[in-house]
T-cell receptor, first 112, second 115 residues
């Protein structure tokens, strides 16, 4: 079946540091890929998505590129802020499956 | 649009009690799902629905029932609460995108404690 593996957290960075959160997937079909963010005490919300190979999703300075050859969708941001502190979830949605598969989440803490 | 709403926000139950967590969406989405989130466990799918009258089990369905009589509503019933069901519960909805769920819209969650 489908699965998503993302790097263990927590990740602690200083403000303005470069961020990478790794995400790899296994899928039987041709999935859409997503990054969701969860701020403390809230539900998840979409950060960005990509629906086909080589697509780049971007939002709020975050980017991720759909790499079919390496089955990866790594999240990057060039300069993190304290307000980016949250839990980040990688997810996929595969054709023929009627449910979304989530990774276990990576907690990011940005310190001033 | 209110999006996805969940009630109640907080609930405390005693072991053996039953209750229903409410979820409603006003976006005419076909897909709806229930997840539980425990510390260090990420999200786990309880039940999901692809349309009114159609439901299916996720990875942790035991102890929970669902029904979907309308497109808008997807209640989750705890039959006989147990301490292991202490968790934060999220409802989500999405449209269909070529035979698979598109972006998930999440509710604010219900924090349940079972004593």
């Amino acid at each position: 079946g489908d699965s998503v593996t993302q790097m263990e957290g927590p990740v602690t960075l200083s403000e303005e540091a470069f961020l990478t959160i790794n995400c790899t997937y296994t899928a039987t079909g041709y999935p859409s890929l997503f990054w969701y963010v969860q701020y403390p005490g809230e539900g998840l919300q979409l950060l960005l998505k990509a629906t086909k190979a080589d697509d780049k999703g971007s939002n709020k300075g975050f980017e991720a590129t759909y790499r079919k050859e390496t089955t990866s969708f790594h999240l990057e941001k060039g300069s993190v802020q304290v307000s980016d502190s949250a839990v980040y979830f990688c997810a996929l949605s595969d054709w023929g499956y009627q449910k979304v598969t989530f990774g276990t989440g990576t907690k990011l803490q940005v310190i001033p | 649009n209110a999006g996805v709403t969940q009630t109640p926000k907080f609930q405390v139950l005693k072991t053996g009690q039953s209750m229903t967590l409410q979820c409603a969406q006003d976006m005419n989405h076909e897909y709806m799902s229930w997840y539980r989130q425990d510390p260090g466990m990420g999200l786990r799918l309880i039940h999901y629905s692809v349309g009114a009258g159609i439901t299916d089990q996720g990875e942790v369905p035991n102890g929970y029932n669902v029904s979907r009589s309308t497109t808008e509503d997807f209640p989750l019933r705890l039959l006989s609460a147990a301490p292991s069901q202490t968790s934060v519960y999220f409802c989500a909805s999405s449209t269909d995108s070529g035979g698979r769920p598109d972006t998930q819209y999440f509710g604010p969650g219900t924090r349940l404690t079972v004593l």
